[in-house]
């Protein structure tokens, strides 16, 4: 895996935070999104996702980047990939040691790596450890289902045209990422970082591939 690392983020939705990038082999082939809607598969984030695979950063170039950033400072880990290890499986000594750099920092970040046991246990230690790693749902069945696993905060996608906080069918409040209801920034938000908020956070589809995302989100009630 390669890298990207920013001090001062230019993405709009971020803010002007620190952001990484991870290459995508580090996507699992069981996210309905891969190569099927994935907003970092268009536009300028792409150019950068895909150049990563030959140019990137090395891991331990990672690990000094995110150790740099100022204490207390919110950060986001990938802006585009998934967490480290190959496909299903998170690498646990990777994992660990973007923990330990984040120590006094508020990183967080969101993951489609599907919930075994393992993977499960990884990221409860990582949540534990002041790191904040948000389960990803493709719907609101699915939300329901991660919530249940009392591992770590659920964010949903919705479908886009999803602009009024609803709920999940076991009755969860999901509440509109408010870059959509309040154009405020993630560097001023901060709501994906709460590991232990007790709402859903959903993200509308976005991005020129938001009819596939409709598709997905279509595979459980809206």
Known sequence: MRFNFVMVSGNAKTGPMPVTSTSK???????????????????????????LNDRGLTFRQLIKSIASIPL??????NQAGDLPGKNER??????????????GRRGFTYTHKPMTRENRRLVKEANAGGFTI???ADNLEEADALASLNVAPVVTVLNS???????????????????????????DCGLCQHAKRSVIVGFPAHGPSFKRVNDVVKGGAQ
Not at 26 to 42: E, F, M
Not at 90 to 103: C, F, K, M, T
């Open 72 to 77: 207390g400072r919110i950060w986001r880990h």
């Open 161 to 187: 045209d999803a602009r009024e906080n609803l709920a999940t069918p076991a009755g969860r409040k999901v509440v509109i990422c408010p870059a959509y209801t309040h154009n405020v920034q993630c560097v």
């Open 134 to 136: 948000n389960l990803s």
């Open 25 to 51: 082999d580090s996507c699992p082939d069981s996210c309905p999104l891969k190569n099927n809607g994935c907003y970092a598969s268009a536009g300028r984030l792409n150019i950068l996702w895909t150049r």
């Open 90 to 103: 998170i690498d646990a000594g990777a994992l660990r040691a973007i923990v330990d750099a984040n120590r």
